[in-house]
């Protein structure tokens, strides 16, 4: 079983609508977990960091965690040309950043 | 956010040729950096972390002969692909934490390195 593991993609989406993103982890003692943002060719940069269960909201997006379920989601709202990209899942698991394969996002002008 | 730089962000080398790969942290200083390497349409697999004095810990599979790490002062690690062949083309990106964050875990990266191996 892999460490993290996101759906598969790709995903597009028309400009406007919500881009859903989903990431399961194996170790259940993971307590940070991050969404980063990836555009062709570059490294990847922070967008959603989220500690507790629950939902935390910054802007259009939107992350969520649900530990019992070992389960991370990322909501990205009224979806942006922009916004297309590849969205890396990333678990801390013991001293290590671990990453899903990404999700790449495509949204259609 | 913090700031890590990372130099040369492309190099193209001839096979059997060594590369090093410089990782900066600009505005902290960082007893750890991490390694990793992207292949294309692949995510980020952690190589090895880098560890300020002392020796790096490099991850399964990862031969640490071929990939030579120093981390000599709090703000600079290097990676030395050796004997580079084609199969090393990658994005090499470097990694820091910054023990000032608001996010706890969160790693900084550099720009990446490209390597490309004829």
């Known amino acids: 079983q892999k460490e993290v593991e996101q759906n598969s993609g790709p995903l597009s989406v028309p400009e406007g609508a919500i881009a859903s993103l989903n990431c399961t982890y194996s170790d259940r003692g993971s307590q940070s977990f991050f969404w980063y943002r990836q555009y062709s060719g570059k490294s990847p940069e922070l967008i959603m960091s989220?500690?507790?269960?629950g939902d935390k909201e910054d802007g259009r997006f939107t992350a969520q965690l649900n530990k019992a379920s070992q389960y991370v989601s990322l909501l990205i709202r009224d979806s942006q040309p922009s916004d297309s990209a590849t969205y890396l899942c990333a678990v801390n698991i013991g001293y290590k950043l671990s990453f899903g394969a990404g999700t790449t996002v495509t949204v259609r002008a | 956010g913090a700031v890590v730089s990372q130099h040369p962000s492309w190099v193209i080398c001839k096979s059997g040729t060594s590369v090093k790969i410089e990782c900066r942290s600009l505005d902290f200083q960082a007893t750890t950096m991490f390694w990793y390497r992207q292949f294309p349409k692949q995510s980020l697999m952690l190589m090895a972390t880098s560890n300020e004095g002392s020796k790096a810990t490099y991850e399964q599979g990862v031969e640490k002969d071929k990939f030579l790490i120093n981390h000599a002062s709090l703000t600079l690690s290097t990676l030395t692909v050796t004997s580079a062949h084609p199969e090393d083309s990658s994005f090499y990106i470097c990694?820091?934490?910054?023990?000032?964050?608001?996010?706890?875990?969160?790693?900084?990266f550099g720009e990446g390195s490209r390597l490309t191996v004829l």
């Open positions: 990694s820091a934490r910054d023990p000032g964050s608001k996010n706890t875990g969160e790693l900084f």
């Open positions: 989220i500690y507790s269960n």
